[in-house]
């Protein structure tokens, strides 16, 4: 079974709008942590925001935001005021307690910011 | 630059031949992983070290796979007898664990490996 799934492929969006990209995730262990990162074309994983499973506030950094509902097990990046800088692929990742820290990642979602 | 960085940028080789990726990660992390990724695809976890120690590895990693870091900073990945499937982006990443909760990992700019 998928631990995390990303059912947006591909997305666009104006510039300087917002758009929000899909991450749900299924674990049992009740101590984990949710991770956003872009790829540019150029191919280097840049960490984005962070999300503990125990943290009671949505994380925010800049321009992105985590809407974070642990009942529903979903981990939604908000970008706010889309650059034509954004376009990228972005994942979704998780790491679990109960397995040793490793980081799972999701398939991505593309996004294309049009001017 | 103090970030991870990862050597050769690309690699092409023969199918047969072996191959040997190093990664330099940032200084003070103790703990480095390895990860696969193909086209279209997130990255895939293949092992992590804290410190010199192997602490685990995934069931992607056969045995014409294997990972060192020998004295606990950098990292080498040797790939024996090449086969066309190996082909991919392999990534490198660091981290400092520290027992707290977020350990974020710093990625290195990958190395791309095609196999003829």
């Known amino acids: 079974a998928q631990k995390i799934t990303q059912t947006q492929p591909g997305m666009f969006v104006q510039e300087k709008e917002a758009v929000t990209l899909d991450c749900t995730y299924d674990?049992?262990?009740?101590?984990?942590?949710l991770f956003w990162y872009k790829q540019p074309s150029s191919g280097e994983m840049i960490f984005l925001i962070y999300?503990?499973?125990?943290?009671?506030q949505n994380a925010t950094e800049g321009r992105y935001s985590l809407n974070f509902q642990k009942a529903r097990k979903s981990a939604n990046l908000v970008i706010s005021a889309s650059q034509l800088g954004d376009s990228a692929m972005y994942f979704c990742?998780?790491?679990?307690?109960?397995?040793?820290?490793?980081?799972?990642f999701g398939p991505g979602t593309s996004l294309s910011v049009i001017p | 630059d103090t970030g991870v960085s990862q050597d050769p940028r690309h690699k092409i080789t023969k199918r047969g031949q072996n191959v040997t990726f190093r990664c330099d990660p940032i200084s003070e992390h103790n703990r480095l992983y390895w990860y696969r990724q193909t086209l279209g695809q997130g990255p895939e976890f293949l092992t992590y070290f804290q410190n010199e120690a192997q602490l685990e590895k995934s069931r992607l990693l056969s045995d014409r796979f294997s990972a060192e870091r020998p004295k606990g900073s950098f990292s080498t990945l040797e790939i024996q007898r090449t086969e066309q499937g190996d082909s991919a982006m392999y990534l490198c990443?660091?981290?400092?664990?520290?027992?707290?909760?977020?350990?974020?990992?710093?990625f290195g700019p990958g190395t791309r490996l095609l196999v003829l």
């Open positions: 999300q503990g499973s125990y943290d009671q």
């Open positions: 674990t049992s262990d009740p101590s984990y942590g």
């Open positions: 990443a660091s981290s400092l664990a520290q027992g707290l909760g977020q350990e974020t990992q710093y």
């Open positions: 990742a998780m790491r679990e307690k109960t397995s040793y820290d490793k980081v799972i």
